[in-house]
């Protein structure tokens, strides 16, 4: 049974980054949601990996040096996928007009309550603020707070509109809409968009 699997090899770590943000990234580490999840963090060491993954992805062009591991226990990655599961029941709340879900607040509210120990800063480049933490998460307690952070400003933002659910058949996979005009209907254009298009240009074909 795949839920008693304690780790898996990093080839087979199935992770994926079309989320557009790093909570909704981490919400993607359930996979396969439309049929009941495939989980992706099974141990400890799948979430360390998971982190090492986001922190490659979303290196900066100049390249920053690769930090330490951060060490994950079971009752730590525990809290990690409750914090995910609430902030994908406040996705779905927000794709689908719902009342946000209390219980989904309350968990994202407890990893928030400790994200003053963990400075933020407007930082400016070429004349832009971003909104910046000032330092890289020391360990994943700090970590999971950042991603804590990432989704509470989106779904109390009204760029909460952006969240979607990727339409593509077989797939259900979370993402942060980022394009101008906020009309994005995939998760990527490599994946389920062409497999859209294709289908299309199908029906067509056959129709004439
Ligand atoms: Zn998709």
Known sequence: MESQVRGSSPSSRDWVWYGGRPSIDFVNTLRDRFRGGRDLLLAPDDLTAWFTAARQQAAAPTGEPSAERLAVDDELLAQAVRLREAVD?????????????????????????????????????????????????????????????DAAEILGGEDRRRLKICTGNGCSARYYDKSPGGRRRWCSMSGCGNRAKAAQHRQRTAAE
């Open 89 to 149: 029941a406040g996705v779905r709340a927000v794709v689908a007009g719902t009342p946000f879900p209390e219980e989904a607040a309350e968990v994202i509210n407890s990893w928030l309550a400790r994200a003053a120990e963990h400075p933020l800063r407007l930082a400016v480049h070429d004349g832009r603020p971003t909104l910046q933490h000032t330092h890289r998460p020391a360990d994943a307690t700090t970590a999971l707070v950042r991603i804590a952070v």
